[in-house]
């Protein structure tokens, strides 16, 4: 004889008698991938060489986030990042269209030519998916622009888009799982790391953006936390680090954040 069973989501179900109630994580499932349109996130960025306040990118200075969708251009300085290259020739990326729609695709190289992708009004993961030598990735600087402005980079050797922004999709909600933060000083410099948030509109005022509360010391060392008692942010929320220069040289900041992403 089978049992009916039904499923527990973080403590939350209504039970008929004699059920059998089965636990479950929805978190865990999602990062393994049991649960249809949910998922977690890891999104990670690295600044070299804090010495004002900037957003954690590799390219340096404050993150410009564009007010209408555009052209996404990706280049490499290396002619063997090319679809018949020896260095990268494809990458993976996800991006959210005009609609703010999420749309995950892979395009060809073409080494110091342009290749584009139309209507694009945010970019959340761009990595390398193939590569023409064994255990290869991109030889050159792979510079990326939407709309005519810097969106980030993937460094030659490293494979990835290293910048800490996150933009949630259409029809989705993001929750923020845990952050850590990591600094190395080039001169017993010092960095202030703050939380950003803009949520609850269409990507059409990025400057309206405050602090969510979170603003951490750290000298040249890490900081950990679990926060999944944080609420939930919108649909076309921006989600990213700054950081900001306090004292002594250059510091080096890195973040790494996890997100949990559901359907509404």
């Known amino acids: 004889m089978s049992v009916a ?22 978190i865990v499932e999602a990062a393994a991938g049991k649960l249809v349109d949910e998922r977690t996130v890891s999104v990670t960025g690295r600044n070299d060489a804090v010495s004002a306040r900037e957003a954690i990118w590799t390219n340096g200075g ?10 996404l251009v990706f280049v490499s300085s290396s002619a063997n990042d090319d679809i018949a290259g020896t260095g990268a020739r494809t990458l993976y990326i ?30 959340n993961v761009a990595r390398v998916s193939s590569a023409g030598t064994y255990h290869g990735t991109n030889d050159g600087v792979i510079s990326i622009t939407l709309a005519g402005t810097t969106r980030g980079q993937i460094l030659a050797g490293e494979g990835k888009l290293q910048s800490a922004v996150f933009s949630v999709p259409n029809n989705r909600n993001a929750h923020l799982l845990g952050y850590k933060v990591s600094t190395q000083d080039g001169a017993l410099g010092s960095a202030n790391v ?12 990025p400057n309206m953006a405050s602090a969510e509360g979170f603003r951490l010391w750290v000298n040249n060392g890490q900081f950990d936390t679990l926060t999944r008692n944080l609420p939930e942010w919108p649909e ?13 040289g250059t510091a080096q900041v890195s973040v790494a954040m996890n997100l949990y992403v559901r359907p509404i």
Request: charge should be negative; charged fraction near 20%.
């Open 236 to 248: 076309k929320s921006d989600i990213w680090f700054e950081t900001e220069w306090l004292s002594g």
């Open 194 to 205: 703050v939380l950003y948030i803009h949520g609850g509109t269409p990507f059409d005022s």
């Open 62 to 71: 404050l993150f410009t986030f564009n007010s209408a969708a555009g052209d």
């Open 5 to 26: 069973r039904k499923v527990q989501i973080d403590g939350g179900v209504t039970v008929d008698p004699g059920e059998e109630i089965v636990a479950r994580d929805s």
């Open 94 to 123: 996800e991006y959210l269209d005009s609609n703010g729609d999420e749309v995950v695709t892979n395009v060809a190289m073409a080494g110091l030519s342009n290749v584009t992708i139309a209507n694009v009004w945010r970019l």
